[in-house]
């Protein structure tokens, strides 16, 4: 009687790696000013609206922050024929760096600064913009209130 065999076992052949596709860059980690001006003000902008701002003036420039002197980039946003209006300041630069926020009724300067989104371990497009909805909808500046 002969004996079954069992076929023989091949080594397995090496795959080559697959490579992997290179994800684009998160929105977040483009150049700042990019970021703000591409992304970060249009959203806001549009959120904004949304909220029923209608005579809304956004803006996006370097300079001097009022309540501490400071020459910063800093997003301006004002309305109600500029009796309201908000700023988000950068210091550093970046959105994950230090921001500060500021506002200010009756057409008066902002002077009372507070930090922004300061312990937010990753800051987002969304985040950012849903922050000043918050500290909008806090002053009751907004349409539901």
Not at 37 to 51: C, I, T, V
Not at 88 to 94: K, L, Q, T, Y
Request: charged share 30%; with cysteine; net charge positive.
């Amino acid at each position: 009687m002969a004996e079954d065999k069992a076929p023989e076992k091949k080594p397995a052949e090496a795959k080559p790696a697959a490579k992997k596709k290179a994800k684009p860059p998160k929105l977040e980690d483009k150049p700042f000013n990019e970021f703000m001006e591409q992304h970060y003000m249009p959203s806001l902008k549009q959120a904004l609206e949304g909220e029923g701002f209608s005579d809304l003036d956004l803006t996006f420039a370097n300079q001097t922050f009022l309540p501490v002197g400071q020459s910063c980039w800093q997003v301006r946003g004002a309305w109600s024929k500029g009796q309201r209006q908000f700023i988000v300041a950068f210091p550093d630069e970046s959105i994950s760096g230090k921001k500060a926020f500021a506002y200010a009724d009756g057409g008066a300067t902002p002077s009372y600064v507070e930090p922004f989104l300061g312990d937010e371990r990753r800051i987002t497009l969304d985040l950012m913009v849903f922050g000043v909805l918050r500290r909008l909808d806090g002053q009751k500046w907004l349409g539901r209130n």
